[in-house]
C-alpha cells in the first residue's frame, strides 16, 4: 500500500500553529503599551549616573559596645539572636543603652538585660554568680529565658516552657486601653515568635499569656530579679521588618501598641533601676505628639485638588508631604496625567513650601513583586506598563525610584528625599534600594501592622543583618476605609489621642481625588491639635528624628550631683533630654551639628 503524502498534516499543525500565534499576538496587541499614550518631556532624558548598589555592613554587637555606665546593658548571650531588634526598639523609644557580651562590663551597670537566654551552656558560673550577686547588691537584672544555670529561685519563678504557641499577652494591671492591657505576640507563619511561659512561684506577676503561664515577672530581693517571656528582639525585628502581618489585630486607623507596651515596661525599669536615668523626648520640645501631614496624589484630578489643601495648610502656618505619581505612561490604571499642567501645580507646591515626594511612576499594586533593576533605568526608555491590578510589565523598583525622582526634581523643582509607595506595596529589596537612589526616609507600611507608633531605622532586605540609614514613618490614618473621613474625624482624634499619652507619631494619608469632606477632615483635625501636637512634613520630622537617633548623651556623678553631657553629630534643635529622677527635669537642646553641651544637675 502507497504511504500517505505528511502534507495535509503538516498544513493542519501550521494552521494550528499561526491560529495560536494570532490568539496570542491579539492579546497581547491590545495590553501592549500604546507609544502615542505617552508624555513626551523635550529635551528630557535621564537621569544619567547608573545606581550602584552597595550592602551595608552587618550590624555588630561592638558598635553599640559605649557609653556610660548608667545606661541600660544588654548582655548578649548569643550573637546570631535578635538583639538587634532590642537596639532598633529602645533607641525608638528614647532609652539609652550600651551592647555588649562582656558580663563584667555589663555588671557595671544597674540595670542589665540579659538576651536572648541564661543558661550554663553560654554562661560560665562565675557569670552566673556575678548576675545573682547583682541582685542581691542592689542591682536590676530582666532575663528572657531562664533555661538553666539555678538562678529559678532568685527570679522567683518555677521552670519556664518553650513554644510558639501562645499569641497573647495580658497585663496584670490594667493599662489606659483595652490595647494596651491585652497585646500580641504571635502569629502564624513568618510571625511565628517563640515564647517562655513560666510556673507561678514567689515573684509578683506583671502579666500573663493565655494559657495562664507567666508571661512577665519581677521578685524583689535587694534590687530586682525579672523574666520577661517573649523572644522581644525576634518580635520586633519580625514586627519593623514588615513580617508579622498576620499579628495584626486590624490593618490601620486603629490603636496597636502591643510593641511599644513591651519596651515601656523595659523603660519603666530602667528608671525605677537607675539611680539617675535619662530618656529622650520622642515628640519635639513643647508636643505631646507629632502629626505627619501626608497626601497621595496619584490620580489625574488629584494634582490640581492639591493646591486646595496646601492653600489650608499656609494659611495655619503649616507644611505638608504631598506624594506624587509621575504618571506618563496610558495604562490599566489612568491616562497619563503628569503633564504639564500638573508639573505647573507641583512646582506651585514647591513654591508654597510644601514637601513633595515620590509616589512611584506606575502606582503597581505588583510593585513588591518587581524585580530590582540594573539602576540604568531613564526617561523615556524605562515604560513600566500597568496590564491590571496584579500585573505590571517592564517595571523595577530602581525604575520606579530612580525616574519619578529625576522627573520630580527636573521638572518641577522638587528636593525628593521621601518615598511612598502605591497602595504600600512593599518590595522587600525596597530599604537599600532607596539608599542607593538618595532617599532618606520611607512611608511604606501601616503603624498597626507593626505593632508600633514610632519611626524605626529599617534593615537591608527587611531582614535581620544590617541597618539601613533609611527611617520609617509607618501610616496611622488613611482615607479609603468606610465610613467617609470626614465621618471618621471623632475616631481618628480618639486613635492620636491615645497615641499622644506617650509622645508617639501619628502619619496621616489623604488622596486629594476630592476636596468635599477630605479637606474638611484635615482642616478640623489641624485646628484640633495645632497647639499640642508638632504638625508638618515627613521630611522635617525625618530630619528631626534622625538628629535626635543620633545623640551621644550620657550622665555621670560630679561633687554632689550630677552632670549631663550631650553630643549632637547631626544637631539637635527643639530634642528634650527628660530626667526623670531630677523632678521630671526637661533639657531642651539646641545645638549645631558637632556641636556639644553639660548640664549640671543638682
Not at 550573637?79 to 532590642?86: A, D, K, V, Y
Not at 528572657?144 to 539555678?150: P, Q, R, T, Y
Not at 516552657?161 to 501562645?166: A, C, D, L, M
Request: proline share 7%; net charge positive.
Amino acid at each position: 500500500m502507497p504511504r500517505t503524502s505528511p502534507k495535509p498534516r503538516l498544513v493542519i499543525a501550521l494552521a494550528v500553529v499561526v491560529l495560536a500565534g494570532l490568539a496570542a499576538g491579539g492579546w497581547w496587541w491590545a495590553s501592549r503599551p500604546d507609544p502615542a499614550a505617552m508624555n513626551v518631556y523635550p529635551g528630557v532624558s535621564g537621569p544619567r549616573p547608573v545606581t550602584r548598589m552597595v550592602a551595608p555592613p552587618r550590624a555588630e554587637i561592638a558598635q553599640f559596645d559605649r557609653g556610660g555606665d548608667h545606661r541600660l546593658a544588654i548582655l548578649v548571650t548569643d550573637p546570631n539572636s535578635g538583639w538587634l531588634g532590642l537596639v532598633r526598639g529602645l533607641r525608638a523609644q528614647g532609652v539609652p543603652i550600651t551592647v555588649t557580651q562582656d558580663v563584667a562590663k555589663a555588671l557595671r551597670h544597674k540595670v542589665v538585660l540579659v538576651y536572648p537566654i541564661i543558661s550554663g551552656r553560654v554562661l560560665t558560673a562565675p557569670d552566673l554568680r556575678g548576675l545573682a550577686g547583682h541582685v542581691r547588691d542592689g542591682g536590676t537584672v530582666l532575663a528572657f529565658n531562664l533555661a538553666g544555670g539555678g538562678l529559678d529561685e532568685l527570679f522567683g519563678v518555677g521552670p519556664g516552657r518553650e513554644g510558639s504557641e501562645r499569641t497573647r499577652l495580658t497585663w496584670t494591671t490594667a493599662g489606659a486601653t483595652p490595647e494596651e492591657t491585652q497585646i500580641v505576640i504571635s502569629g502564624h507563619g513568618e510571625a511565628k515568635v517563640e515564647s517562655v511561659g513560666y510556673a507561678p512561684g514567689t515573684a509578683q506577676v506583671a502579666a500573663r499569656f493565655d494559657d495562664g503561664s507567666v508571661a512577665a515577672s519581677c521578685r524583689t530581693v535587694v534590687g530586682q530579679a525579672c523574666v520577661l517571656g517573649v523572644d522581644l528582639g525576634n518580635l520586633a525585628q519580625r514586627a519593623m521588618n514588615g513580617r508579622a502581618e498576620s499579628m495584626a489585630r486590624s490593618y490601620v486607623n486603629a490603636y496597636e501598641p502591643s510593641l511599644d507596651t513591651l519596651f515601656w515596661w523595659i523603660k519603666d525599669l530602667y528608671v525605677a533601676g537607675e539611680p539617675m536615668p535619662w530618656l529622650v523626648s520622642s515628640a519635639p520640645a513643647g508636643k505631646t505628639v507629632s502629626i505627619l501631614l501626608t497626601h497621595d496624589v496619584d490620580y489625574g484630578p488629584s494634582v490640581g485638588n492639591a493646591l486646595a489643601y496646601a492653600a489650608m495648610l499656609r494659611q495655619r502656618g503649616l507644611k505638608g508631604t504631598f506624594f506624587v505619581q509621575t504618571k506618563y505612561m496610558k495604562d490599566f490604571n489612568d491616562r497619563p496625567f503628569f503633564d504639564a499642567a500638573a508639573i505647573r501645580d507641583v512646582h506651585a507646591l514647591v513654591e508654597q513650601g510644601m514637601e513633595v515626594g515620590s509616589h512611584t511612576v506606575a502606582h503597581a499594586g505588583a510593585f513588591e513583586a518587581m524585580p530590582l533593576g540594573t539602576g540604568r533605568e531613564r526617561y523615556p526608555g524605562y515604560r513600566p506598563f500597568v496590564q491590571d491590578v496584579a500585573t505590571v510589565r517592564k517595571g523595577s523598583v530602581l525604575g520606579e525610584l530612580r525616574v519619578s525622582k529625576f522627573l520630580l526634581e527636573r521638572l518641577a523643582g522638587a528636593r525628593v528625599v521621601s518615598f511612598r509607595p502605591g497602595r504600600l506595596s512593599y518590595p522587600f529589596t525596597l530599604p537599600q534600594a532607596l539608599t542607593a537612589t538618595g532617599y532618606r526616609y520611607s512611608s511604606s507600611i501601616t503603624a498597626n501592622t507593626v505593632l508600633t507608633h514610632l519611626p524605626f531605622q529599617l534593615t537591608q532586605d527587611r531582614a535581620d543583618g544590617a541597618l539601613t540609614p533609611i527611617f520609617e514613618f509607618p501610616v496611622t490614618i488613611e482615607d479609603e476605609a468606610k465610613p467617609p473621613l470626614d465621618q471618621r474625624l471623632d475616631a481618628a482624634d480618639a486613635v492620636i489621642a491615645r497615641i499622644a499619652r506617650r509622645q508617639g507619631v501619628a502619619t496621616i494619608l489623604i488622596h486629594p481625588n476630592v476636596t468635599a469632606g477630605k479637606l474638611d477632615f484635615e482642616t478640623r483635625l489641624t485646628d484640633r491639635w495645632r497647639d499640642r501636637a508638632w504638625m508638618g512634613t515627613v521630611e522635617a520630622f525625618g530630619d528631626w528624628w534622625s538628629a535626635r537617633d543620633g545623640l551621644e548623651a550620657d550622665v555621670s556623678p560630679r561633687g554632689d550631683g550630677w552632670v549631663l553631657d550631650v553630643a549632637a553629630p547631626r544637631g539637635a534643635s527643639g530634642v528634650e533630654i527628660v530626667l526623670p529622677k531630677a523632678g521630671g527635669r526637661k533639657v531642651a537642646l539646641a545645638l549645631p551639628a558637632g556641636g556639644r553641651t553639660s548640664v549640671a544637675i543638682p
